[in-house]
């Protein structure tokens, strides 16, 4: 059997849209908290020095590393909207991850974290109080 050739920019789209077949869910900060104005879940994932920082009113801090192990946690929202974020989009997506393997249906990432959430003028507190 001959090795099958590929010239590099045909592997470059392959790649490209295997990328593109593979993106997490998302929403912009905008949407994000319109969803959590209608009663979807918002959790921070980020570290706990972070979240006290700033944080998004309402949201619950479950920190990325520590995500799986309280699954259970969250098993009413299994199929309720979620609503992930930390502070660039990047945590949120890996998290996203976990809840979709693990059975959550409704989990979006919010895109761009709380970098995008500030700069878009949502409101924002400090402090550890979370729901």
């Known amino acids: 059997m001959k090795p099958v ?4 920019w045909a592997a470059l789209a392959l790649a490209t849209l295997l990328v593109a ?4 869910p998302g929403v912009d900060v905008k949407q994000g908290a319109v969803m959590q104005s209608q009663g ?12 006290a920082q700033a944080h998004a009113p309402g949201s619950t801090l479950i920190p990325l590393g520590q995500l799986e ?3 259970a946690e969250l098993s009413a929202h299994k199929d309720k909207p979620i609503a992930l974020i930390c502070r660039s ?11 979709a393997k693990a059975g ?17 003028g949502l409101p924002t507190m400090a402090g550890m109080a979370s729901r």
């Open 104 to 120: 959550f249906t409704q989990a979006v990432n919010v895109k761009g974290g709380m970098n995008a959430w500030t700069q878009a």
């Open 5 to 8: 050739r590929i010239s590099l």
């Open 69 to 71: 192990r309280r699954l």
């Open 21 to 24: 077949c593979t993106e997490v």
């Open 89 to 99: 989009g990047n945590r949120s997506g890996q998290a996203q991850e976990i809840l």
């Open 40 to 51: 979807a879940l918002l959790i921070d994932v980020r570290e706990p020095s972070e979240y």
